[in-house]
C-alpha cells in the first residue's frame, strides 16, 4: 500500500483563521499522511511574498514541518510536490474549503481527475485521480466585523489606523508572540492605504452638514469621499524590487502625482464645506424671517 499525499495549497493573502481552520480540520482526519502547505511564489497580481506567506502561515498556529520550501507554482497543480511520490502507489488528496469548489466532471460530462474523497472506497493512485477533502466555511469577526476571504481582510486592514490594525494582527494571530513584527510586514504588503487625518477629519465635518444639503451638493460630496477612499498609496519598494532605474523614476513620479490628487481631493472637500456651512447660514437665516 501506497503512501497518503495531503496537499493544502492556496493563495494566503494574507493567513488567516479561515486558513487556519481548514488546515486543523485537514490534520485531524489524515493524522498519519506526508501533510504539506503549500503556495506559489507569483507576485504579479497578488502583494505578499512566498517567504512571508510561510511566516505568517506558522505564527497563525501551522507546523514549521508541514510548510516546507517548496513553491508551487498552481495550487490545483502541485507537481513540485508530487513529485517526490510514486504516482503508480501513493495517494494524492488536495485539501479545499467548500467556498472554493472543484469540478468533478469534464465540459463533456464524464468524470473529471479530481473526485470527492469520502474515506470508504478503495482509492486509486495519483497517475489515476486526485481527491478533494473539502473543510467547512469558517466565518470570523475582525474589529466586530464579520470575515470569511482574504479580500475582507486586506480591504479591512487598508482601511484601519494603527490602532486598529494592531488589534487585527492579535485577532488573526492570537498565539504570536511576534505582533508588532507582524503588523511591520502586513503594513508593508497591504497595509498601503491609509486616510489622511485631514480627511478623516472633514469626513466628520461633512456627515452633520448633509442633512442641510441640497441633493446635488450630497452627490457631489460622496462622489469626493468615494475618490478619495479608493486612492491607495503604494509602499516604497526597494531598487531590488525594481528592474531598472527607469522604473524607480517613473514610480517616484507617479507617487508625486498621487499625493498632488489626494491634496487636491481636500481642497475640493474643504470648499464644499466652507459653501455648505453659508448655506445652512443662509437658510437658517431666511427661516428665521419667515417666523417672524
Same mark, same amino acid.
Given at each position: 500500500m501506497g503512501k497518503? =499525499? =495531503?496537499i493544502y495549497a492556496g493563495g494566503f493573502q494574507p493567513f488567516h483563521?479561515?486558513?487556519?481552520s481548514s488546515y486543523i480540520q485537514a490534520k485531524k482526519a489524515f493524522p498519519d499522511a506526508d501533510f504539506y502547505v503549500a503556495t506559489s511564489a507569483d507576485v504579479k497580481e497578488r502583494p505578499i511574498p512566498y517567504e512571508v506567506k510561510k511566516y505568517l502561515a506558522t505564527q497563525a498556529g501551522v507546523r514549521p514541518e508541514d510548510f516546507p520550501d517548496i513553491v508551487v507554482k498552481s495550487p490545483l497543480n502541485p507537481k513540485e510536490i508530487l513529485s %517526490? @511520490?510514486?504516482p503508480n502507489e501513493d495517494i494524492y488528496v488536495l485539501v479545499r474549503s467548500e467556498r472554493d469548489p472543484v469540478n468533478y466532471t469534464k465540459k463533456d460530462g464524464t468524470p473529471g481527475y479530481y473526485q470527492p474523497w469520502t474515506g470508504k472506497d478503495k482509492k486509486n493512485s495519483f497517475d489515476k485521480n486526485g481527491y478533494v477533502f473539502v473543510t467547512s466555511k469558517h466565518d470570523f469577526k475582525l474589529n466586530g466585523q464579520d470575515v470569511f476571504s482574504g479580500t475582507q481582510v486586506r480591504n479591512l486592514y487598508k482601511n484601519s489606523d494603527d490602532k486598529e490594525r494592531l488589534n487585527i494582527v492579535t485577532q488573526l494571530y492570537p498565539d504570536s508572540n511576534e505582533h508588532r513584527k507582524i503588523k511591520a510586514v502586513l503594513d508593508k504588503y497591504?497595509?498601503?492605504y491609509m486616510v489622511s487625518e485631514k480627511i478623516q477629519n472633514l469626513i466628520r465635518q461633512i456627515k452633520p452638514l448633509l442633512k442641510e444639503a441640497t441633493p446635488e451638493q450630497k452627490v457631489k460630496l460622496l462622489t469626493l469621499?468615494?475618490?478619495a477612499k479608493r486612492r491607495e498609496i503604494p509602499n516604497s519598494p526597494t531598487k531590488e524590487q525594481l528592474q531598472t532605474e527607469r522604473r524607480i523614476e517613473i514610480l517616484e513620479y507617479d507617487m508625486k502625482a498621487l499625493f498632488d490628487r489626494i491634496d487636491k481631493i481636500e481642497k475640493a472637500l474643504s470648499t464644499q464645506i466652507k459653501n455648505l456651512e453659508l448655506t445652512t447660514g443662509l437658510a437658517e437665516? %431666511?427661516? @428665521?424671517?419667515e417666523e417672524k
Open positions: 497518503t =499525499v =495531503v483563521r479561515g486558513h487556519l %517526490k @511520490y510514486d497591504i497595509g498601503n469621499l468615494e475618490e437665516t %431666511k427661516d @428665521y424671517t
